[in-house]
């Protein structure tokens, strides 16, 4: 094979079309490679197929091991660690990371570390209280006017620093749907109804497609929305014919959970622009990261990425305590920071708001860099992003 031109994520475009847009059809060699050395018997069929990917994800240590090779620091602290939150890695996203390389800042998204083991100051199980606002089984009634759903404690891929850690996974976790549309149906406010787990689209078509019905069924339901990682690490899962079911029930809002720029591979931006061509308003949340999306470029590249698939970037949330959270959690000065170089440096549809979801239950609260630094009887006084002052005035 002619040596060629590398992209990001070692793909070859053989044909560009004309029309001016980024839609190239590409031979991805390098992950061809990563499903015959490790998936040998597996065809394309079953590579593109989202059940085969979730059967044959990555969920023990040994298999970790073969595929995505741990560090032998890793393997013995690995073999005496007993997570709370198990390991699940679909073999697509292992051969994203596996081309990436080693010391890719996405792999210690998913691989466990004995840093969960640490309980560092302000952390728990449940900082949100998510429990203590819970109204129905499986259902979070927090805001006045939205509800959050948590229709299934099943994920496609376990962020390690999932604020759900305490319910991914675990198999005991107690829903009843019936008692979710009852409370909504009594609850005449609840005009947004906020669909997540877990992952909701890790349900069938069938089994998603009848909660969605439901809730859709309630008069006063005016919006549904439904939060997922699947475009990120199970893009095979985003199908004509799920996106076809989904579009039925409009309006219907997705709020993806993206990490990283390299993310954005060919299939995943395909599942984004099929969302966004079947009219479903596309937002993201991503969570600051320490040491793997914690900077201005980083992010910056992430939300140029996420808007050229009509991905609006919606929340960056500063990282909940949760137990065992403290080596990915930055400062919030330093998220403050990357917020200044991002306002008025880049596009303002590329910015989102940044939050902290108040330990406690208080909800999100965003953040801002001082831009309003002083008032008088006349005048307040702002900078810009280039850190000039500008007074606007007060009296009329
Ligand atoms: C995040 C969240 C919502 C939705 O909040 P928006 O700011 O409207 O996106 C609703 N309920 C709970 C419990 C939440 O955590
Ligand atoms: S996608 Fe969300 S709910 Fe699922 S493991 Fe990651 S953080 Fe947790």
């Not at 990436?100 to 949100?128: Q, Y």
């Not at 606002?133 to 620093?161: E, I, M, Q, W």
Request: charged residues 25%; contains cysteine; positive net charge.
């Amino acid at each position: 094979m002619r040596k060629t031109i590398e992209f990001a994520n070692n793909l070859l475009p053989i044909h560009k079309f004309q029309n001016g847009t980024d839609r190239s059809v590409v031979i991805d060699f390098s992950r061809y490679n990563f499903q015959k050395q490790h998936f040998p018997k597996a065809s394309r069929r079953d590579w593109k197929n989202w059940q085969w990917q979730i059967q044959n994800s990555i969920t023990d240590l040994e298999m970790l091991d073969r595929i995505l090779p741990l560090t032998p620091t890793e393997k013995t602290e690995l073999q005496s660690l007993k997570v709370k939150l198990p390991l699940r890695i679909t073999p697509y996203y292992a051969g994203l990371i596996a081309n990436l390389g080693k010391n890719h800042p996405l792999r210690k998204t998913v691989i466990p570390s004995l840093n969960e083991l640490k309980m560092s100051f302000g952390e728990a199980a449940d900082p949100l209280h998510e429990e203590d606002d819970k109204k129905a089984p499986g259902l979070v009634h927090r805001y006045p006017d939205r509800v959050l759903v948590l229709l299934t404690d099943f994920c496609s891929a376990n962020c390690r620093y999932c604020t759900r850690s305490r319910l991914v996974g675990q198999e005991h976790t107690v829903f009843d749907f019936d008692k979710v549309v009852s409370y909504i149906s009594e609850h005449t406010e609840i005009r947004d109804v906020l669909l997540s787990g877990g992952d909701p689209l890790t349900l069938s078509d069938s089994k998603l497609e009848y909660y969605i019905q439901k809730i859709r069924a309630i008069e006063h339901v005016e919006m549904i929305r439904i939060g997922t990682k699947i475009p990120a690490v199970l893009p095979q899962r985003i199908t004509p014919q799920l996106v076809n079911m989904l579009k039925k029930y409009h309006p219907l809002y997705l709020s993806i959970h993206f990490t990283h720029p390299d993310e954005l591979t060919p299939e995943t931006q395909a599942a984004c622009r099929l969302l966004a061509d079947a009219g479903i308003p596309l937002g993201s949340q991503t969570v600051l990261l320490k040491d793997v999306n914690d900077s201005a470029e980083t992010l910056k590249k992430l939300f140029h990425e996420l808007l050229k698939v009509r991905v609006k970037p919606y929340y960056l949330y500063q990282c909940d305590p949760i137990s065992g959270s403290a080596h990915f959690r930055t400062s919030v000065d330093k998220g403050l920071q990357i917020m200044e170089n991002l306002r008025g440096f880049t596009t303002g549809y590329a910015i989102p708001t940044y939050v902290i979801d108040a330990p406690g239950g208080g909800g999100k609260i965003p953040l801002q860099p001082k831009y309003q630094i002083d008032e008088n009887a006349d005048y307040v006084f702002l900078k810009n992003y280039e850190k000039n002052i500008y007074a606007y005035p007060k009296k009329k």
